[in-house]
């Protein structure tokens, strides 16, 4: 079965900083990973997707994320962290396996901080 | 354009009450989902439409009916619901589940409160 765990319910950082969201997959044939972020009452945006190809993607408002076999892993990232990056951002897994559902991790919500 | 919209924004409703939720989307997605988010949580899938036929039902109790008139809308009808029921209530659509990378977009949800 497949499933993702994201590590820390909670990241703070500082305006400027670094942002790393972590998540790691357990799926035992090859996924298709997904970040999506939800602000406050709103629904989820898809920030970017793995499906095949390039392993460093590059998603909308200057995050990217890279696929590493060999860790499951499929961090999130971003160089410089804006008062707006503050939302829950939720790691997602679907597998290529007849009609494969996503499957979410509890998500991780990200403070920044002035 | 990925946009799906959902109406109402909000709803209050009895424990009495019948009301329905709308999800709509013009991008010709084949497939319409139906999630249930409650506060601090992942969304949880309810329903699954495929070419509006009802492919996924994952054991949500009978007050909540779900309704496919097209392959642009999808109704998800609500009867004596209970107070645990309050939720966001989420809409996604995607194009095709039969195809590999296939990718859900999400509407902006409906925020139910059951009093």
């Known amino acids: 079965a497949q499933s993702v765990t994201q590590l820390g319910s909670h990241v703070s950082v500082s305006e400027g900083a670094l942002v790393l969201l972590r998540c790691n997959y357990s799926?035992?044939?090859?996924?298709?990973l997904f970040w999506y972020v939800q602000y406050p009452n709103q629904g989820l945006q898809l920030l970017l997707k793995y499906t095949t190809g390039a392993t460093l993607v590059k998603g909308i408002n200057g995050f990217e994320a890279e696929f590493k076999k060999s860790e499951t892993s499929f961090h999130l990232t971003k160089p410089s962290a804006h008062m707006s990056d503050a939302a829950e951002y939720f790691c997602a897994v679907r597998v290529n396996s007849g009609y494969s559902t996503l499957t979410f991790g509890k998500g991780t919500m990200l403070l920044v901080s002035p | 354009d990925t946009e799906v919209t959902q109406t109402p924004k909000h709803l209050v409703m009895g424990m009495t009450n019948k009301k329905s939720l709308k999800c709509e989307q013009h991008?010709?997605?084949?497939?319409m989902y139906w999630y249930k988010q409650k506060a601090k949580k992942p969304p949880e899938l309810m329903f699954v439409y495929s070419y509006e036929k009802l492919s996924i039902n994952e054991s949500v109790p009978s007050r909540f009916s779900p309704e496919c008139p097209n392959s642009s809308l999808l109704n998800l009808h609500l009867h004596a619901l209970q107070p645990e029921d309050s939720a966001l209530y989420l809409c996604?659509?995607?194009?095709?589940?039969?195809?590999?990378?296939?990718?859900?977009?999400f509407g902006p949800g409906t925020r139910l409160t059951v009093l």
């Open positions: 996604a659509s995607s194009q095709d589940r039969d195809v590999s990378t296939d990718t859900q977009y």
């Open positions: 799926s035992s044939v090859p996924p298709y």
């Open positions: 991008m010709g997605h084949r497939a």
